[in-house]
């Protein structure tokens, strides 16, 4: 008997004002795997993320994390299921106001009546795995956009959750530091055995990290694969994102001046 996916979603909805976001997206994601999501401006990346996390309710369809239908929980059982969430936002999200260490240990705070030793504790193990011991005494502002970003890592990591969701986790980093944030993505699900969804545009870090690649395109999955399976894809739409080719839609006057008159 195979083990119940951590992540599985079915025909997945969500509509915005009478417009179609995501038409039917039907995965599942299985324990301990990294999936990334790819696709270009507007396929829909972000809406499925806010899903995934609980943050929206869909138009229809189902999300079922770690074995619970996320869609038709009240608002106490998925704060309970959150608990086994970890989220890396994609500017870091880290409270300005706080040190790194008070940022880190702020879920155990808000989640745990954990005495403050062992809070502490924890934190600086944590920052210990991202290599930033020796920081927690400093401020955000204090630190550079890569340390940003590891920081972030430890606060989402910091509750040992099943599920760990990325959004963008290279934006905005030169080649190097994103190099080191891919390592430290694969030692997490080395170490922690985590659930990973990553989204991403970067084509580099999504082969060097991938179990699987699901596009998105136009609230569509265009295809989920392995890199290997990505890469000898014959979906023109896929190699187009590959390969940063545009594409040259056909222009309807008519429909393009209505746009414009709004008749």
């Known amino acids: 008997m195979e083990p119940t996916p951590a992540i599985r979603v079915k025909d997945l909805r969500v509509r915005y004002g009478g417009r179609d976001i995501l038409k039917g997206v ?11 999501i790819m696709g270009g401006s507007g396929s829909g990346k972000s809406t499925f993320l806010r899903q995934l996390l609980g943050l929206e309710r869909p ?8 074995g619970k239908d996320i869609t038709g929980l009240s608002g106490p059982e998925m704060y309970a299921l959150r608990k086994n969430m970890g989220v890396a936002f994609q500017g870091g999200a880290l409270f300005t106001s706080m040190t790194v260490l008070e940022n880190v240990i702020l879920p155990l705070r808000e989640h745990t009546r954990l005495d403050e030793q062992t809070m502490r504790i924890m934190a600086r193990m944590k920052l210990e795995v ?3 011991a020796g920081f927690e005494g400093l401020t955000p502002a204090q630190l550079s956009g890569g340390m940003i970003k590891r920081a972030a890592v430890a606060r ?5 959750p099943k599920l760990l969701f990325f959004d963008e986790p290279s934006a905005g980093l ?8 891919d390592e430290l993505i ?3 699900k080395a170490a922690m055995r985590m659930t990973i969804v990553v989204v991403t545009h970067e084509l580099e870090s999504a082969f060097r990290i991938a179990d699987r690649i699901t596009f998105l395109d136009r ?6 694969g392995s890199v290997d399976e990505v890469r000898a894809s014959d979906n023109p739409r896929v190699q187009g994102l590959l390969n940063r080719m545009p ?8 429909a393009y001046l209505k746009r414009l008159t709004g008749r």
Do not use: F, H, W
């Open 186 to 188: 694969l030692r997490l």
């Open 130 to 132: 991202v290599n930033l």
């Open 219 to 224: 609230g569509e999955i265009l295809m989920t």
């Open 59 to 66: 138009y229809g369809g189902t999300i079922e994390l770690l």
């Open 247 to 254: 594409e040259n839609a056909p222009i309807d006057a008519d």
């Open 156 to 160: 989402a990591v910091v509750m040992d």
């Open 26 to 36: 039907s995965l599942s994601v299985s324990q301990g795997e990294i999936l990334v």
């Open 174 to 181: 030169d080649p190097v530091v994103s190099a080191e944030l």
